[in-house]
């Protein structure tokens, strides 16, 4: 559980400044203070989710400078003393409950609000005060291990038993540690699973199977534990002598053709909003809203220990609210803007995150280079802009990066590290569902699945959207050599047609045009959503994860634009029976032509553990592009000046005029 800054907020409302600013540690407690002075609070009131109410379109569309702002939060609220809870739309502006919702958790399809941070405390306290836990751990040879086991909080899943569909469910798994500052991991007790009702503070059931050892080896990284560092890495400078090239107004920022507003929020992290490029002297619109708002970790493991996981990251756990504070040097490198972000605790107060979102400026090769008949070079670096922030979920960090090009592209990439789950095992064997990572320490298979939520603005919210694959063509009168090929471009017209896979051995893209322009050649300006193509959910259809994570099923989703729909597994996924999001919205099979779309791109890795990956994971990388395709007229960067040249403005060197090491 991060520690982050509580903000005392002062009486007088802090003023938005934008209609997508991020919420104010002003706001957040002028918005708890609504509802305490309501009497909608009392001492086991909790908060598992405090979010920013999205304005209209239109509204956001209507806002110049010093306009009045309306600003919303949706408060989720839960008596952690009955286990109810309830949605509550408040106006800090004019200081009155607009909205309140009971939620239904204990009919089907159930679900349960976000954890609470103290709920992974109580679960702890839980496990250890049960009697058939410490006989569990007697019953082991580990009743002196009690006191500095860990007991790690899990998301449940559901699999409608009977006692536990609608209660507030967590599971519990046992690690041991040899001191306070032990790493857990590499300690499982295999086969010791606590079912624990958060609201009543009980345990439901204990199983105890098994008596594998618990494995020995030792898990710590840090450099007290590894010893001295190397010394044969010479440094590297990072200097910018007359400042970043990008200009940051508040939460606006501006590099070079781009523009943007940066956002943050409790559940999806990063948010970037009106993202445009500009053309000439017009700034013309690619996205109005992107984020990567939901990831499924469903494991392939079989074991009663095991087999029940598949954590939802953002809908389970609030990937902003563990957000990292970021450290210049570490996480970030060369001349740094940081935006602060702010959430509220579990009590609704609000807590300030330092340095959460990082912004820089990285070299990135060669962008463009021709060398002539004559021996003329020409050639331009690539630059791009880093805009990234990182989520600490238990075991294991995710950095979510997002790159702007100077050639008008846009990157996304995840970063995946941290720790492996694993289990215990008996050394030398073979598990077909876990690779022996270090002596009898066993990391099932497992996927980690994100969502990223593109609500594309193509020059302008009209647009459509087309899958486009290269075909071969057989040998004849269209191929009388045989070595001819072509494209071809499929209207996905609505939101069935719209469910896809990717290709990558027809280098399938996605299209998305404008309805309302088009280019130097009379074509609809694009962008093409370029995917890298791994594998979907792997588990089986009649898997209940399947159910829960039907959005990881596809790589690519598309929708009608509908301001309620944020969230690809639905709102609540916690203990949820599945099919809320879009398998639910995708229903009603709406127009994609020439309309206001949303894309959501499933992408990531499907993890087969490795001992390379012990005791801490080397960063996996994956993500897709958002790539022009006849939105300019041609290459943007033509004007770059000549990135090789010195500082005296002299050529870039070349054959044996050369004084640099290659």
Not at 37 to 66: C, H, I, M, N, Y
Not at 118 to 123: P, V
Not at 186 to 195: A, K, Q, R, T
Not at 369 to 397: C, P, W
């Amino acid at each position: 559980m991060p520690t982050h800054q509580h903000t005392s907020a002062t009486t007088a409302l802090a003023t938005a400044a934008h209609p997508l600013d991020p919420l104010t540690a002003a706001e957040i407690a002028r918005g708890r203070q609504i509802l305490d002075e309501a009497g909608r609070l009392t001492a086991s009131t909790r908060f598992p989710s405090v979010l920013p109410v999205e304005p209209l379109k239109d509204a956001v569309a209507a806002f110049r400078p010093g306009d009045p702002i309306e600003r919303r939060i949706l408060f989720v609220v839960l008596d952690t003393a009955t286990g109810a809870s309830a949605e509550a739309v408040v106006s800090v502006t004019t200081g009155e409950i607009v909205g309140w919702n009971d939620l239904t958790t204990t009919d089907a399809p159930y679900g349960q609000p976000q954890y609470l941070f103290e709920e992974y405390q109580r679960a702890e306290e839980i496990a250890k005060a049960s009697p058939d836990w410490r006989a569990a751990m007697e019953r082991r040879g580990l009743g002196d291990r009690v006191e500095l086991a860990f007991c790690a909080p899990l998301a449940p899943g559901h699999f409608n038993r009977a006692d536990e569909v609608g209660r507030r469910v967590i599971r519990s798994l046992t690690f041991l540690r040899s001191s306070a500052d032990d790493s857990p991991w590499s300690h499982p007790v295999e086969g010791l699973i606590v079912h624990i009702d958060l609201s009543r503070g009980e345990v439901i059931r204990v199983e105890d199977d098994g008596d594998v050892p618990v494995p020995a080896i030792d898990g710590n990284y840090d450099a007290a534990t590894v010893g001295p560092a190397r010394t044969t890495l010479k440094p590297i400078e990072i200097t910018q002598p007359e400042g970043p090239s990008f200009r940051v107004d508040g939460q606006s920022v501006e590099w070079e053709n781009w523009k943007f507003r940066v956002g943050f929020n409790a559940r999806e992290g990063l948010v970037l909003n009106e993202v445009t490029f500009r053309d000439g002297d017009e700034d013309r619109s690619v996205l109005y809203r992107a984020s990567v708002p939901e990831m499924v970790v469903p494991y392939g493991d079989t074991t009663p220990t095991r087999f029940w996981i598949s954590y939802f990251d953002a809908g389970e756990y609030l990937l902003g609210k563990n957000a990292n504070t970021l450290a210049l040097g570490c996480d970030c490198l060369g001349v740094i803007h940081y935006f602060d972000g702010v959430v509220a605790d579990d009590h609704g107060n609000p807590v300030t995150i330092p340095q959460v979102v990082c912004m820089h400026e990285e070299d990135y090769g060669v962008l463009w280079k021709h060398t002539d008949l004559n021996g003329k070079a020409e050639v331009r670096r690539s630059r791009r802009l880093v805009v990234s922030y990182f989520s600490t979920i238990g075991n294991y960090d995710y950095g979510f990066f997002w790159y702007f090009y100077l050639d008008g592209t846009i990157q996304v990439e995840a970063k995946a590290t941290g720790i492996v789950f694993a289990g215990a095992g008996v050394p030398g064997t073979n598990d077909p569902h876990a690779t022996e990572i270090a002596p009898g320490l066993f990391a099932p298979v497992h996927q980690h699945l994100f969502c990223a939520r593109l609500d594309v603005a193509i020059d302008g919210r009209r647009n459509s959207l087309s899958e486009v694959d290269v075909v071969g063509i057989p040998i004849g009168d269209d191929n009388p050599y045989g070595n001819a090929f072509t494209w071809r471009t499929t209207p996905l017209a609505s939101e069935k047609d719209a469910a896809r896979l990717a290709n990558p051995a027809a280098a399938r893209v996605w299209e998305v045009t404008s309805a309302d322009r088009r280019n130097l050649v009379g074509k609809p300006t694009a962008y093409h959503l370029v995917p890298q193509g791994g594998a979907t959910l792997m588990a089986q259809p009649e898997a209940t994860v399947s159910a829960r994570a039907t959005f990881a099923t596809k790589h690519l989703w598309a929708t009608a634009f509908d301001q309620a729909e944020r969230f690809p597994a639905g709102d609540y996924p916690n203990a949820h029976a599945g099919g809320a999001g879009l398998p639910a919205w995708t229903a009603a099979d709406r127009s994609l032509e020439e309309s206001d779309i949303v894309l959501w791109h499933v992408f990531g890795p499907t993890h087969i553990p490795r001992p390379e990956d012990w005791p801490i994971m080397p960063v996996d990388y994956s993500g897709f592009l958002f790539k022009p395709y006849g939105f300019l007229d041609r290459n943007p960067a033509l004007d770059l000046p000549d990135g090789a040249a010195g500082a005296d403005g002299g050529a870039c060197c070349s054959g044996g005029a050369c004084t640099c090491e290659h």
